[in-house]
């Protein structure tokens, strides 16, 4: 059997101990990349004002493995990060993975025991909402609706937020799938599965909710029948929700 004296392709690899960055910028435009009236844009991404710690960084070829003290940044469509933090990001070849994931924005604080992006190559990120995989398990969170509207825009006009949120969630943005263990709604708490298809045009996904656990009262009812719907009920339905 002959043998190749060609030498084998050795990968690039760096470590560094600690980084400390400040006041940076990082863009990222896909080839072809479209464009969305309102939203983040994963084909082209432009984040400012970034600030970035991290207590143990490693890059192997492309593949990125970091431990994540601090992570802030504002895109360019106006979604801002005041602190992400991960004990474990691990990004290459169109995947990117959080372990003990924790974000805050101005209106929500998440905390996933997992998080992951998973598609075939970044060039897959063009069609994010088809083609890039979600898996994730979120406990004690709260996720505003202005926040989720940044990914599908029609959820920003809701105006809830969901509190003390035990979760989990899987599948493509256009076909998401998943439980929430439990949550709190206005006054009310409620426990659910879900199967939503369609997504991010909001007005034409098809939202299918098996409804386990339920406990709420009549104005509950009619609040968020108001802020769905952007229409306060009929006055006569609106007083008999309230006496319930």
Known sequence: RLKSDKPKKRLFRLRIRRIDIDDFRFSMRLAKAG????????ADLSLADMRVRSNG???????????????????????????LRARRLTVGNGNIAFDRLGLQTGRSEITA???????????????FADSVALEARFTDSEIAAAD?????????????????LSADARGTLSALKGKV????????SLALDYDIGGLPDVNRADFRI?????VTSGGDIAALTERLSGKAPAAGAERLLRRL
């Open 35 to 42: 464009q969305r009236a309102e939203g983040i844009d994963f």
């Open 148 to 164: 989720l509207g940044w990914f599908a825009p029609g959820l920003r006009r809701w105006n809830l937020t969901l509190s003390d």
């Open 57 to 83: 960084f490693s890059l192997t070829g492309s593949d990125i493995d970091m431990e994540l003290d601090s992570l802030s940044f504002t895109d360019r469509s106006g979604f801002g990060v005041e602190n």
């Open 181 to 188: 263990g439990h949550a709190r709604l206005l006054g009310s």
């Open 113 to 127: 025991a997992e998080l992951r992006l998973s598609a075939d190559g970044w060039d897959k990120y063009k069609y």
């Open 210 to 214: 098996d409804l386990r656990e339920l």
